[in-house]
């Protein structure tokens, strides 16, 4: 398949193999417009669907992951423009519904929507020229895309309320600080260590990659009473797959286990 604003390709040569997409409108810095969040949510899809596919990596370039929503294209909208379109919901409801991990790696400005997308992500590793922000402020709006929400969940209220109220940028260092990303990485190992993380996950049991995945993202949308039986119905269910038999006769015999179930 080939995309206009996206390039993907499949990596790697074990049995599961991760899926890149990288995002690519150069001249806008990889603004997110209307064609390559079809094309993300495209790519997601089809990676999600793919059997030999065990992890996704999301990139975008050295000086921008993405800059944000597509300004140009918003600034004609007017208020029934914006509601009655389903710009902002379609794409990122596919995002949230991909089942396998998807890893954001973070080089150059990843902003508004840019900074929303990399948070939809389930792991964030930046390169040390990452600068995240939420700059909607400055254009006469604001985050649209969840940045009001996943941010102050990522990074507390008063880190949040200080990016959304004044726009201001903060670069990778600041980012892990605060606990936006798991890594910084100088910008060269970004793909690499970005890739050797999704191989790593490749290799374990399909099954409790995603339970763990969907019980982490439960934490976010659930009391923590729901969240831990939610999580011990599901650890319960593990018991269940061949997988399990297999990681656990594997570690008593001293052997690395050979995972099935996908
Ligand atoms: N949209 C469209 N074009 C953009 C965008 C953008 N978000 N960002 C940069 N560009 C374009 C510039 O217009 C410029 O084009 P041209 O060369 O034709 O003039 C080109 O990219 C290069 O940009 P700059 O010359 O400005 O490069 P600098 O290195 O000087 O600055 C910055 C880089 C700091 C990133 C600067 O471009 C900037 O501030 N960009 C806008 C960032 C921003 O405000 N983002 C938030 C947008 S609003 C949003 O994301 C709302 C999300 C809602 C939901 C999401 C749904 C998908």
Same mark, same amino acid.
């Given at each position: 398949?080939?995309?206009?604003?996206?390039?993907?390709?499949?990596?790697?040569?074990?049995?599961?193999?991760?899926?890149?997409?990288?995002?690519?409108?150069?001249?806008?810095?990889?603004?997110?417009?209307?064609?390559?969040?079809?094309?993300?949510?495209?790519?997601?899809?089809?990676?999600? !669907?793919? @059997?030999? *596919?065990?992890?996704?990596?999301?990139?975008?370039?050295?000086? $921008?992951?993405? +800059? %944000?929503?597509?300004?140009?294209?918003?600034?004609?909208?007017?208020?029934?423009?914006?509601?009655?379109?389903?710009?902002?919901?379609?794409?990122?409801?596919?995002?949230?519904?991909?089942?396998?991990?998807?890893?954001?790696?973070?080089?150059?400005?990843?902003?508004?929507?840019?900074?929303?997308?990399?948070?939809?992500?389930?792991?964030?590793?930046?390169?040390?020229?990452?600068?995240?922000?939420?700059?909607?402020?400055?254009?006469?709006?604001?985050?649209?895309?969840?940045?009001?929400?996943?941010?102050?969940?990522?990074?507390?209220?008063?880190? !949040?309320? @200080?990016? *959304?109220?004044?726009?201001?940028?903060?670069?990778?260092?600041? $980012?892990?600080? +605060? %606990?936006?990303?798991?890594?910084?990485?100088?910008?060269?190992?970004?793909?690499?260590?970005?890739?050797?993380?999704?191989?790593?996950?490749?290799?374990?049991?399909?099954?409790?990659?995603?339970?763990?995945?969907?019980?982490?993202?439960?934490?976010?949308?659930?009391?923590?009473?729901?969240?831990?039986?939610?999580?011990?119905?599901?650890?319960?269910?593990?018991?269940?797959?061949?997988?399990?038999?297999?990681?656990?006769?594997?570690?008593?015999?001293?052997?690395?286990?050979?995972?099935?179930?996908?």
């Amino acid at each position: 398949m080939t995309y206009e604003n996206i390039l993907t390709e499949l990596r790697g040569n074990g049995p599961l193999r991760t899926g890149l997409v990288t995002l690519h409108r150069p001249k806008q810095l990889n603004a997110l417009n209307d064609t390559l969040m079809d094309e993300l949510g495209a790519a997601l899809k089809a990676f999600d !669907a793919d @059997d030999t *596919v065990g992890c996704i990596v999301i990139t975008g370039s050295e000086k $921008a992951f993405a +800059a %944000g929503a597509d300004i140009g294209a918003m600034a004609k909208w007017g208020y029934m423009d914006v509601y009655k379109s389903d710009y902002i919901t379609r794409n990122w409801e596919t995002i949230r519904s991909i089942r396998k991990p998807v890893i954001a790696a973070v080089a150059g400005f990843a902003l508004g929507g840019g900074c929303e997308l990399a948070m939809m992500c389930d792991i964030v590793i930046a390169a040390d020229t990452a600068k995240f922000g939420q700059p909607e402020i400055k254009l006469g709006i604001i985050p649209g895309a969840g940045g009001t929400q996943r941010l102050p969940r990522a990074v507390g209220k008063a880190k !949040a309320m @200080d990016l *959304v109220l004044t726009g201001r940028m903060m670069d990778a260092a600041e $980012a892990e600080r +605060a %606990g936006l990303v798991s890594r910084v990485v100088p910008a060269a190992e970004l793909l690499d260590v970005a890739f050797a993380a999704a191989q790593n996950i490749c290799e374990f049991s399909g099954p409790s990659v995603m339970m763990a995945k969907e019980c982490v993202n439960r934490a976010y949308e659930s009391p923590l009473s729901e969240g831990v039986t939610f999580e011990r119905r599901v650890f319960h269910s593990l018991f269940a797959t061949e997988d399990q038999k297999e990681g656990m006769d594997a570690f008593v015999a001293k052997r690395k286990p050979a995972f099935k179930q996908r």
